[in-house]
């Protein structure tokens, strides 16, 4: 800093003593072109040794390294060298002050490179007959510079010393920063935290913000491949051992914010997977640290409890609602009226037969266990539930049926909660093609509330309080981690939910292209 502090000083006084010389060199160059015989001379135009003898005196006095005098073509008649009298005028800086203007100019002429102070020579008439160029040396400025310098010495002095005492104290907070450890406690602190790492039975990689693998303990390298681990040493590129965990976290928007829980595919088996970033994200993003596991050891126990919470609850509206219905028919037989005892059972048979026949072409037990539930739900709580006509998924979707369960489980108890008790229809229909399978839940409730539709899919989003908006999280996930898509928008004075899934053995890791869609927000609907 006290080398850049004694350039940058340097080329400033530099600046200054070239400028006071040019003001000097200018100074004297006005004297001498108002001198009368200095006028006559130059409109003469021919030498004169007397104008020549007259002009060096004044250039001994004025200290100049040299004064010359020209006429209007710029022929020396006045030079401190006789030898070069008759001959032009070096330069090229001559056309101002021949065309009438005082200049300040540095260029090289016959002694070296010089400021120069130019002022045009003007007869009685003010017609310009000559030019006078008084001019200092190059070295006279740096001979300035250097006698400033040496005045400034103790100030550069006492910045060094101020600098070194800025650097022992930035030291002293360094240590301080490092809790005041030496190397060698460092290291061992290190090889600590390498052997907790390798204790843990859940996979570590620490990724730095350019996408490289910087550290990974031995659980993470069993489920990445030991393989993959030797081939890619780290450091390694993270596309290069898991490219769906890069392509993912390349394609986020930075800041990386935490995750937790994602379904991604490793080596073609389903991983959870959790997302801390590191540092300050800036454009490229700090790094992160992922946590992850296998999904079938991890989720296997979540997935029973949930499965079973759901079937209790359907259980527990098929329980009410044959209740009802048994209460009905014992009613009418008591009233000794068994005709019509008779046209309620037919007519419950006939509509369970209706609605197993919309379910005949899905072949996914699960899912039809479901629904079925799902319509005891809304009988109980008097919604009309739908399955569309020519709902259809063949039986190669079995694999899927847990995304497929969580998914249309989750998006109907949604649709029945924003009706929040009020009448209103709420339709399911499955389709399927070579592109993969679609699924569709639409409601008559009043839409998603504005305030909540632009962070609807994320964790915790919702406008019924505490501890909710998971559902459409945790879906959003699933079908993410298959490749799919969700969407939602609003239609025909509706809400409609919108599943995307690609067929089985096509799926990949979901890209920028698809991310959640929300469109036309409309009147409030509390979301899972």
Not at 11 to 20: F, K, S, T
Not at 275 to 298: H, M, T, W
């Amino acid at each position: 800093m006290t080398a850049l502090l004694v350039l940058v000083q340097t080329w400033q006084l530099y600046g200054e003593a070239r400028e006071r010389i040019g003001e000097r060199a200018m100074t004297t160059s006005r004297i001498v072109s108002r001198l009368p015989s200095i006028v006559a001379g130059a409109e003469a135009g021919v030498q004169n040794a007397a104008l020549n003898l007259q002009v060096n005196e004044i250039r001994a006095q004025a200290e100049a390294d040299f004064i010359v005098v020209g006429n209007r073509a710029g022929i020396r008649l006045a030079h401190p060298l006789p030898d070069r009298l008759g001959q032009p005028m070096e330069g090229g800086d001559n056309i101002e002050p021949f065309a009438g203007r005082e200049i300040i100019s540095v260029a090289r002429g016959s002694l070296g490179v010089s400021v120069r102070g130019k002022v045009p020579v003007k007869n009685a008439a003010g017609v310009v007959v000559g030019v006078v160029s008084t001019g200092y040396l190059m070295p006279a400025a740096w001979h300035l510079v250097v006698g400033a310098l040496v005045s400034l010495a103790p100030w550069f002095v006492l910045a060094l010393g101020l600098g070194t005492a800025g650097a022992m104290l930035v030291a002293r907070r360094l240590r301080a920063d490092i809790l005041n450890l030496e190397p060698e406690q460092i290291a061992a602190l290190v090889g600590q935290q390498r052997a907790v790492l390798a204790a843990l039975r859940e996979g570590v990689i620490a990724v730095d913000g350019q996408g490289i693998v910087t550290l990974v303990n031995n659980r993470a390298a069993e489920l990445l491949g030991p393989q993959s681990v030797s081939q890619q040493p780290t450091p390694a590129p993270l596309a290069a051992l898991w490219p769906e965990l890069a392509a993912l976290t390349r394609s986020a928007q930075y800041p990386l914010s935490r995750q937790q829980n994602l379904e991604l595919m490793l080596k073609g088996q389903p991983i959870l997977v959790n997302i801390e970033p590191l540092g300050q994200s800036g454009a490229d993003g700090g790094g992160f640290v992922a946590g992850f596991r296998d999904r079938a050891e991890a989720v296997a126990l979540a997935d029973e409890l949930t499965h079973a919470r759901g079937f209790v609850d359907v259980l527990r509206a098929q329980t009410h609602e044959y209740q009802n219905r048994l209460h009905v028919l014992s009613g009418l037989l008591q009233l000794g009226r068994p005709a019509e005892a008779l046209r309620v059972l037919n007519a419950e048979i006939e509509q369970g037969a209706q609605f197993r026949q919309l379910l005949r072409d899905v072949q996914v037990p699960r899912l039809v266990a479901l629904l079925a539930g799902k319509r005891e739900r809304a009988q109980e709580l008097g919604i009309d539930f739908q399955v569309a006509e020519g709902s259809n998924l063949s039986a190669l979707w079995e694999r899927h049926a847990d995304t497929l369960v969580t998914a249309v489980g989750n998006l109907t108890e949604n649709a029945f909660e924003a009706l929040a008790g009020q009448p209103g229809t709420v339709t399911v229909l499955i389709g399927e093609d070579p592109e993969g399978a679609q699924v569709e839940v639409e409601d008559s409730g009043p839409g998603v509330a504005a305030e909540v539709a632009a962070r609807l899919f994320t964790r915790g989003a919702s406008s019924k309080g505490e501890g909710r908006g998971y559902g459409l999280a945790g879906v959003l996930g699933r079908v993410q981690a298959l490749g799919g898509q969700v969407k939602h928008t609003r239609r025909g004075g509706h809400t409609v939910f919108q599943v995307s899934l690609p067929a089985p053995g096509n799926t990949a890791l979901v890209s920028a292209a698809s991310e959640p869609t929300v469109s036309e927000p409309s009147a409030p609907r509390p979301p899972a």
